[in-house]
């Protein structure tokens, strides 16, 4: 507040805004850079899977995911392409269309519980990919949906 201002015991007040006895002057902005850090960081672990695709897609592919759909001795065909912009499309579809019913979830849930549950959605679809074959036709398109949902939680 600017100017004079009269507090309840009569006592003027200049420049200083107060709310309940709290003196804003006082506040650090230490814990607000913290929690920004900490969104930048989990938005990026979570659907910065999802939507890091076009650089994904190139370690996939030297990897070999979904390489035996090929003839022997072609890096790139139809099927693998296919395959692969599946897992994508569903991953980016479970974030974007799963909005409605994560966003009512997460007022049910509250912050912290839903943080959980993206946290442990991303935690399935990395542990599924970790374990499961690199050619399993279930395991990318599971973890990706995985991930799309995780990410919707925690945003």
Same mark, same amino acid.
């Not at 007022?107 to 970790?130: C, N």
């Given at each position: 507040?600017?100017?004079?201002?009269?507090?309840?015991?009569?006592?003027?007040?200049?420049?200083?805004?107060?709310?309940?006895?709290f003196d804003k002057r006082c506040v650090s902005r230490?814990?607000a850079l913290v929690l920004?850090?900490?969104?930048?960081?989990?938005?990026?672990?979570?659907?910065?899977?999802?939507? &890091?695709?076009?650089?994904?897609?190139? $370690?996939?592919? =030297?990897?070999? %995911?979904?390489? +035996?759909?090929?003839?022997?001795?072609?890096?790139?065909?139809?099927?693998?392409?296919?395959?692969?912009?599946?897992?994508?499309?569903?991953?980016?579809?479970?974030?974007?269309?799963?909005?409605?019913?994560?966003?009512?979830?997460?007022?049910?849930? &509250?912050?912290?519980?839903?943080?959980? $549950?993206?946290? =442990?959605?991303? %935690?399935?679809? +990395?542990?599924?990919?970790?374990?499961?074959?690199?050619?399993?036709?279930?395991?990318?398109?599971?973890?990706?949906?995985?991930?799309?949902?995780?990410?919707?939680?925690?945003?």
């Amino acid at each position: 507040v600017t100017g004079a201002a009269t507090s309840e015991s009569g006592t003027a007040t200049r420049g200083v805004a107060k709310h309940a006895g709290f003196d804003k002057r006082c506040v650090s902005r230490t814990p607000a850079l913290v929690l920004l850090f900490f969104t930048l960081w989990q938005s990026f672990f979570t659907t910065g899977i999802v939507y &890091g695709w076009p650089a994904l897609l190139l $370690v996939l592919l =030297a990897e070999g %995911v979904y390489a +035996s759909e090929c003839v022997p001795g072609m890096h790139q065909c139809h099927e693998r392409t296919v395959l692969l912009n599946l897992v994508f499309s569903l991953g980016a579809m479970a974030n974007v269309a799963g909005g409605v019913v994560i966003g009512s979830l997460v007022d049910r849930l &509250g912050p912290k519980r839903s943080f959980v $549950v993206g946290g =442990a959605l991303t %935690v399935v679809g +990395s542990l599924t990919i970790a374990f499961v074959s690199i050619e399993s036709h279930f395991a990318w398109p599971v973890a990706f949906v995985a991930y799309g949902l995780g990410g919707g939680f925690v945003h």
